[in-house]
């Protein structure tokens, strides 16, 4: 809080001083202040009266919900670099920044905008001793999991305040914004022109649930907002007209009371009341919005985004679980990755400490993650003599089990291709990606054929492995057909040259006169 400082007024008969509010009596750098927003009765007073050296008396209004508004260097705010290179000032960046920009705060927590989540939504302001402007927005927009800082410049800025303030003062300022996400995917742009009008329209002292203000200002603030949104080409357009009434201190950088409303039927209707307060003992409320709405898995990056705006209220410290299994997290807006599809269930837990005992509350929406790639198949693909798992997801590991006894693992049998031993059986196979982990269906295999010879027949196939040609050596046997198949059980060649083929394993199947045996090859 600034310090009292003499000034030079005059007194009226009541003894209430009417005071000149300046900009050095604007919030500094680094300057917080807690501030309440009133419970819905507290809409209802009247707060278009006014007057000359009036009592303004507001006693009644009850905190429903606070925050603390912090103003900040805007170097720090991280929209620096990207407005010094989209301005093409490289080499003298600090310079021009803060000739523009010399006070910044955050606008809002999030919003989403086409499915384009935007968040962090800082206010980069000027302040003089004439005049505060807003002149710049900031914001980080997520797009493909990776959040990314863009700036949007008023081409007129919005001149909030003409300083000093005194009483009936009268001005009308207009301002222009155009917003466009084209860019960053979103086919978005959005257009506002309009007039800022503020009317100093009374002076006296104001009471609130706070305590007395013996010396304020009173101002009436009229934005009339022309807003086109342009989506996918196609314009929407609307005007927006809203109120505000707010009273200000010389002790306090912002109004000690501020009403935002609308004109409906020649009448004020209050939507919101926040006002300068202590810190008080609420209800903690927790609750969040994420985007998009379905996040899909992205098998070249190997995970799935989800960006979460943190609503809550009434809170010292927050929590996020993801559902998925990994770390808690502390961030107020924060982006996570998944690693595999699914339902998941994301609890948000927040906490005031300043009440004795905490008051803790907790909300948990369930957040799907879609796989419309199939990147997560389970499918097995089955040939005459092997089973392949269709998943060829980076890192995915493979442990082929037998369903005929019980999914006990099959030892050894860890690759994407399984050939089974050469007996009937149903097979699975069980799939590790990112350590989550699924079970495909069982499948039948029935092999190649079944062997009617005793497999330490004399039957060899040489040279083992071969560069092309192979022959069989056999004394007792005759030999009625060979045919080669590769691991997936599709038919090769019925002959035994190998030479037009690709290296690996191959199956031979050899039927002779007293039935069929099978023999592996390798091709080198």
Not at 170 to 178: D, I, S, V
Not at 342 to 361: E, M, R, S, W, Y
């Amino acid at each position: 809080m600034k310090k009292i400082t003499l000034l030079l007024c005059f007194f009226t008969t009541a003894g209430f001083a009417q005071i000149s509010y300046l900009s050095s009596d604007y919030a500094l750098q680094n300057e917080s202040f807690l501030v309440s927003t009133a419970t819905a009765p507290g809409l209802t007073l009247d707060f278009v009266q006014t007057g000359t050296n009036f009592n303004w008396n507001y006693s009644t209004l009850a905190p429903a919900t606070q925050e603390t508004i912090t103003y900040q260097n805007p170097n720090n705010a991280g929209y620096k670099n990207i407005w010094c290179l989209l301005n093409g000032f490289i080499f003298n960046c600090n310079t021009q920044f803060n000739n523009n920009f010399n006070l910044a705060t955050k606008l809002t927590n999030g919003l989403q905008i086409q499915g384009f989540g935007v968040s962090n939504v800082i206010d980069h302001l000027k302040i003089s001793p004439t005049l505060l402007e807003d002149k710049m927005i900031g914001a980080s927009i997520t797009v493909n999991g990776t959040s990314v800082p863009f700036v949007a410049s008023y081409q007129t800025s919005d001149k909030i305040y003409q300083f000093p303030i005194n009483y009936n003062d009268n001005y009308t300022n207009n301002f222009a914004l155009n917003v466009d996400l084209t860019s960053f995917g979103a086919a978005v742009q959005y257009a506002s022109t309009g007039q800022r009008t503020n009317l100093v329209e009374g002076w006296g002292s104001l009471t609130t649930s706070f305590g007395t203000f013996p010396n304020v200002l009173k101002m009436k603030t009229t934005v009339v907002n022309n807003v086109t949104v342009t989506a996918n080409g196609t314009p929407t357009q609307n005007t927006v007209t809203t109120v505000s009434y707010k009273w200000f201190d010389k002790d306090y950088g912002i109004p000690v009371l501020q009403v935002d409303g609308n004109v409906v039927a020649n009448q004020f209707v209050a939507n919101t009341v926040t006002y300068f307060d202590i810190q008080r003992c609420l209800t903690p409320n927790a609750a969040f919005a994420f985007f998009p709405l379905a996040s899909d898995f992205n098998s070249t990056n190997n995970n799935a985004s989800v960006s979460f705006i943190n609503a809550s209220s009434n809170y010292d410290t927050l929590s996020w679980n993801f559902g998925d299994g990994s770390a808690a997290s502390t961030a107020v807006n924060p982006t996570h990755n998944y690693s595999c599809p699914g339902v998941k269930q994301v609890t948000l837990t927040v906490t005031n400490a300043f009440c004795n005992p905490d008051q803790i509350d907790t909300i948990t929406i369930p957040v799907t993650i879609t796989d419309t790639q199939n990147a997560f198949t389970t499918n097995v693909t089955v040939g005459n003599a092997s089973l392949l798992a269709d998943r060829t997801l980076t890192g995915t590991t493979y442990q082929w089990l037998d369903c005929d006894n019980n999914n006990q693992p099959i030892p050894n049998a860890t690759s994407q291709i399984f050939t089974p031993p050469l007996v009937n059986g149903n097979y699975a196979v069980q799939l590790t990606t990112n350590g989550c982990v699924s079970v495909s269906s069982c499948y039948s295999l029935i092999p190649l054929a079944t062997v009617t010879l005793d497999e330490n027949s004399s039957v060899i196939l040489f040279p083992n492995p071969t560069k092309g040609k192979i022959f069989i050596s056999n004394d007792e046997l005759v030999i009625n057909e060979v045919s080669v198949y590769n691991v997936l059980g599709g038919l090769v060649t019925k002959t035994l040259d190998l030479t037009g083929q690709a290296k690996g394993l191959y199956i031979v199947k050899i039927t002779t006169d007293r039935g069929s045996i099978i023999r592996k090859i390798s091709k080198e």
